[in-house]
């Protein structure tokens, strides 16, 4: 659809929020114990967040929550049977304030998740899910959503794209016919949009990531691999506060004769994530794993899925506890 | 400062190593572990209160070890850890230098072991100051606060193993979370396998953590998990009298059994 | 509800074959014979088999497609789920996904000259489609399968080894290694690189397949080599390791190569083109 742009004042997002929460999941930032931003169903209004740049975790895991029940089983020798999870209980969820880059993501989750065969899972999931994005209007110094061919006003993602202005009030862009859903349920409290200025932060562009592509088709056996990596710990921390990466495990657990096989996040920084049954492993350091974490991202996706494994919301680099700063080296990989 | 650099440039050109482990500041500011090998690049270190992340966790590094001998920056957590290290045979004292520096910053001399030894024997090897005063605060818990603050704050680990990776006695191959015939602990990240997978840690810990507090400055959570190490690091001096770390011949206390150990606390 | 891609048939344990004392084979039956209706694959294509609660393995179905009722796998206890298999009895219920993965091209093959070298544990992927070509015999020519194991215990399909060795219509090279044999071993003794080179296969209008552990592979494409066979004409399987079986999960790729999509079956030229990540 076209997208239309109308004005929210500050007091009606207010109405709107607390409209929204009256009957649906909403999921929404706040600034938690720590001073972090972290996401929450259903906060009340005065603790939801305008200001986070970014929340310590992604909000990933609406679509992908790090463990996911495939089945239940019973198991009983010759007689044993499965119970099919009821994927119609996934509950319609609204998300509230998420910033371009992490509304971005869902589309990047789709191109693995739907590429050639279809996860139910995953893609329910996403059917259910109503984003009311919000454009950034601070950043800072680990954001490179410009670098991956996003902005701080991308509405990629977004059903609705809240963008502050100058003024107070929001621009509202409806992206969506979910986004139209959502204001035509509430005319009143939207409003004919005047000319406005927008407030939007200023994210530098640090590298070209068609120029990084195009240097990792050739990069395999690059001497950069090891001398980047040295101080790589081999945590899955990058992975699991990213927005993108989707890797899982497979698993059973059981109790008595029930159980269930779920999936949960898993990391392509770990050494047993590759690890054969016979001891062999076909990344078996730490160098390899890097480089199997960028390569991903940056070269087979664009080939194998069109789409681009990152949208530069800087986690990966700020979450690391040695800094290993993903723009940084995605900047130098460019000039290799 | 300039002392460092110095000893880095004279160990590096006179081949006495081919790496040093130090720390310098990313492109960010953010300081983090540094690897010189040219001895033209020793000149980006520095020591500064930034500087706390131990280093000792890449002493079993392969690719690290693959660069040859190590000089290793170390304050006193690492120097502890090294001799954890040795004390377990994961490394060896010749494959290593030490550059040691003091609690107040400057470049110690250590020669050999045996003066390590001496500069850990007359340090304060009790939990660091900052979170003596954080472990009091718990223990004024009772039981079931303390299982409640635990549930919360563990309720949030996402089993990312940051707090096992950042640990330099974390040097298994094969943890125990990654065996599977049995499966010990749930491989799911919930309430109940976060907290199996945090108690399995702490008490593979008991007796060897030298309470750096790396586990938990690495949480991306903020999970205040060196909490749980340190607390045992209190418990088993109170038992046993030691402090991991601080003896090339150390004997872990959780697998050795002396006839005189105390029994008070076995239920 | 739509189509729970993780969800595996039910299959009942038809009979069970003692291979060697650690490798087993299963005949395989879909419990919901709809199931059964619907199910195809080709030769060169793999599964994911569980048994409930202890998870789930990758491993080829090792019969040939040729063959309706059932499907066959062959595995080695070797960790969590190969032990639990291993534990089952007749009747018992295995769970089973797939088919995922690639075929051999065994279209494109017609008309020409079969070299099947096997090794240990690897005749399983292969055994598929040799049946496969077996049963529809009279679009091939030649046919020679060289296939060796460590001792005269572990070789696998005993019964078959027998029927294809007494074919007229097959050359079976059967080979343990060195100090393998038992003394009334009437096969060849010798490593698999050796005995291929001494039967000296003609390359002329001959595709090689070839599947063994990465030491035999590494001797063996020499040989194949001086045999004047060219890269594009060799094939092999990779088995990476895997969760998911169709390019989601994470884990199998080879550079930008699924192993579970774009393989299991590569051609030397193939692989010579991937990194070095197998």
Same mark, same amino acid.
């Given at each position: 659809m076209e997208t239309i742009r109308k004005l929210i004042r500050k007091q009606s997002l207010e109405k709107l929020y607390n409209n929204l929460a009256a009957n649906r999941k909403v999921y929404a930032p706040v600034i938690a114990a720590d001073k972090k931003a972290e996401y929450k169903y259903n906060p009340g209004f005065a603790d939801v967040t305008f200001d986070h740049i970014r929340s310590t975790l992604s909000v990933k895991n609406i679509v992908f929550p790090k463990v996911e029940n495939l089945f239940f089983y019973e198991n009983s020798k010759t007689e044993s049977t499965i119970t099919d999870i009821d994927l119609d209980k996934i509950p319609e969820v609204v998300l509230w304030g998420a910033h371009p880059c992490d509304n971005a993501a869902f589309d990047t989750l789709r191109s693995i998740f739907c590429w050639d065969t279809k996860d139910e899972f995953f893609s329910r999931r996403l059917e259910k899910l109503t984003v009311i994005g919000l454009g950034?209007? @601070?950043?800072?110094?680990?954001?490179?959503?410009?670098?991956?061919?996003? @902005?701080?006003? @991308?509405?990629?993602?977004?059903?609705?794209?809240?963008?502050?202005?100058?003024?107070?009030?929001?621009q509202a862009e409806i992206l969506t016919a979910k986004g139209n859903e959502i204001v035509s349920s509430f005319p009143d409290l939207f409003e004919p949009l005047t000319d406005e200025k927008v407030d939007i932060t200023e994210v530098k562009q640090k590298f070209s990531h068609k120029q990084v592509t195009e240097k990792l088709a050739g990069a395999f056996e690059?001497?950069?691999? +090891?001398?980047?990596?040295?101080?790589? +710990?081999?945590?899955?921390?990058?992975?699991?506060?990213?927005?993108?990466?989707?890797?899982?495990? +497979?698993?059973?657990?059981?109790?008595?004769?029930?159980?269930?096989?779920?999936?949960?996040?898993?990391?392509?920084?770990?050494?047993?994530?590759?690890?054969?049954? @016979?001891?062999?492993?076909?990344?078996?350091?730490?160098?390899?794993?890097?480089?199997?974490? +960028?390569?991903?991202?940056?070269?087979?996706?664009p080939d194998r899925n069109e789409s681009l494994g990152c949208v530069g919301c800087g986690r990966c680099s700020s979450g690391c506890p040695v800094d290993m700063n993903i723009a940084e080296q995605l900047e130098a990989l460019q000039n290799i | 400062m300039d002392n460092l650099i110095l000893r880095a440039k004279e160990l590096l050109e006179n081949k006495t190593v081919q790496v040093v482990i130090g720390y310098e500041a990313g492109p960010t500011g953010v300081?983090?572990?540094?690897?010189?090998?040219?001895?033209?690049?020793? /000149?980006? *270190?520095?020591? /500064?209160?930034?500087? $706390?992340?131990? *280093?000792?966790?890449?002493?079993?590094?392969?690719?690290?070890?693959? *660069?040859?001998?190590?000089?290793?920056?170390s304050s006193l957590p690492v120097m502890r850890?090294?001799?954890?290290?040795?004390?377990?045979?994961?490394?060896?004292?010749?494959?290593? $230098? $030490? *550059?040691?520096?003091?609690? /107040?910053g400057v470049l110690l001399d250590i020669a050999d072991l045996s003066v390590m030894q001496g500069y850990i024997d007359k340090s304060d090897l009790s939990n660091p100051v900052k979170y003596k005063e954080l472990l009091a605060e718990l223990k004024k818990l009772t039981p079931a606060e303390k299982f409640e603050y635990w549930q919360k704050e563990l309720s949030k680990c996402i089993k990312c193993y940051a707090c096992r990776q950042a640990c330099p006695m974390c040097y298994c191959t094969r943890c125990t979370v990654e065996v599977n015939q049995p499966q010990w602990i749930s491989v799911q990240s919930n309430a109940h396998g976060n907290m199996e997978w945090h108690i399995l840690r702490a008490m593979h810990l008991a007796g060897r953590c030298i309470s750096c507090g790396e586990c938990g400055r690495a949480c991306p959570v903020g999970i205040p998990c060196h909490l749980l190490t340190m607390h045992l690091t209190d418990q088993v001096y109170n038992y046993f009298k030691v402090y991991a770390g601080t003896s090339e011949k150390m004997n872990s206390v959780m697998s050795t059994y002396e006839p005189n150990d105390k029994e008070s606390f076995i239920v | 509800m739509a189509e729970n891609i993780y969800k595996p048939y039910l299959m009942k344990i038809g009979s069970i074959v003692e291979e060697t004392p650690d490798v087993r084979t299963f005949r395989l039956i879909f419990k919901n014979p709809e199931d059964a209706e619907?199910?195809?694959?080709?030769?060169?294509?793999?599964?994911?088999?569980?048994?409930?609660?202890? #998870?789930?393995?990758?491993?080829?179905?090792?019969?040939?497609?040729?063959?309706?009722?059932?499907?066959?796998?062959?595995?080695?206890?070797? #960790?969590?789920?190969t032990n639990a298999l291993a534990n089952l009895e007749v009747g018992d219920?295995?769970?089973?996904?797939?088919?995922?993965?690639?075929?051999?091209?065994?279209?494109?093959?017609?008309?020409?000259?079969?070299?099947?070298?096997?090794?240990?544990?690897?005749?399983?992927?292969?055994?598929?489609?040799?049946w496969?070509? !077996?049963?529809?015999?009279?679009?091939?020519?030649?046919?020679?399968?060289?296939?060796?194991?460590?001792?005269?215990?572990?070789?696998?399909?005993?019964?078959?080894?027998?029927?294809?060795?007494?074919?007229?219509? !097959?050359?079976?090279?059967?080979?343990?290694?060195?100090? #393998?044999?038992?003394?009334?071993?009437?096969?060849?003794?010798?490593?698999?690189?050796?005995?291929?080179?001494?039967?000296?296969?003609?390359?002329?209008?001959?595709?090689?397949?070839?599947?063994?552990?990465?030491?035999?592979?590494?001797?063996?494409?020499?040989?194949?080599?001086?045999?004047?066979?060219?890269?594009?004409? !060799?094939?092999?399987?990779?088995?990476?390791?895997?969760?998911?079986?169709?390019?989601?999960?994470g884990r199998c790729n080879v550079g930008k190569v699924f192993v579970c999509k774009d393989g299991p079956v590569f051609s030397y030229e193939q692989i010579l083109s991937l990194p070095e990540e197998y």
């Open positions: 950034c209007h @601070s950043s800072d110094e680990y954001c490179f959503c410009t670098s991956v061919g996003l @902005s701080p006003s @991308s509405s990629r993602g977004s059903d609705i794209l809240l963008t502050k202005l100058q003024t107070g009030d929001y690059h001497e950069f691999w +090891i001398a980047n990596s040295l101080r790589c +710990i081999g945590c899955g921390a990058c992975a699991y506060v990213c927005p993108t990466c989707a890797c899982f495990d +497979i698993q059973d657990e059981t109790k008595g004769k029930n159980g269930k096989r779920y999936r949960s996040w898993d990391s392509c920084g770990f050494g047993l994530f590759t690890l054969h049954t @016979s001891g062999h492993n076909p990344r078996h350091v730490q160098s390899q794993r890097w480089r199997q974490r +960028i390569m991903h991202k940056f070269s087979y996706m | 300081v983090r572990p540094a690897f010189i090998s040219d001895p033209a690049n020793a /000149d980006s *270190l520095i020591y /500064d209160e930034r500087c $706390v992340q131990n *280093l000792a966790v890449y002493l079993t590094k392969p690719e690290v070890k693959h *660069l040859g001998r190590i000089a290793i920056v850890s090294i001799m954890m290290l040795i004390s377990e045979q994961q490394i060896s004292y010749d494959e290593i $230098v $030490v *550059l040691g520096i003091s609690a /107040d | 619907k199910f195809s694959f080709k030769a060169g294509q793999f599964g994911e088999y569980s048994v409930f609660g202890e #998870g789930e393995s990758t491993f080829c179905i090792a019969s040939s497609p040729t063959r309706k009722e059932y499907i066959e796998c062959t595995f080695r206890k070797a #960790g969590r789920v219920t295995v769970g089973f996904r797939g088919p995922y993965g690639n075929t051999f091209p065994i279209e494109q093959w017609e008309g020409k000259n079969l070299l099947y070298i096997a090794g240990g544990i690897a005749l399983p992927p292969m055994r598929c489609v040799i496969n070509t !077996i049963d529809l015999r009279h679009k091939y020519k030649d046919i020679t399968i060289v296939y060796g194991a460590r001792t005269v215990g572990d070789l696998v399909y005993k019964q078959e080894l027998k029927e294809w060795s007494e074919r007229p219509d !097959i050359k079976m090279i059967t080979t343990v290694d060195p100090g #393998g044999q038992t003394p009334d071993w009437k096969g060849e003794t010798g490593f698999v690189p050796m005995v291929l080179e001494k039967a000296a296969p003609s390359s002329e209008n001959c595709i090689a397949i070839l599947c063994g552990p990465p030491v035999m592979i590494k001797f063996t494409m020499p040989v194949l080599k001086k045999l004047g066979f060219q890269d594009k004409d !060799i094939y092999t399987t990779l088995e990476n390791r895997m969760k998911c079986g169709f390019g989601k999960c």
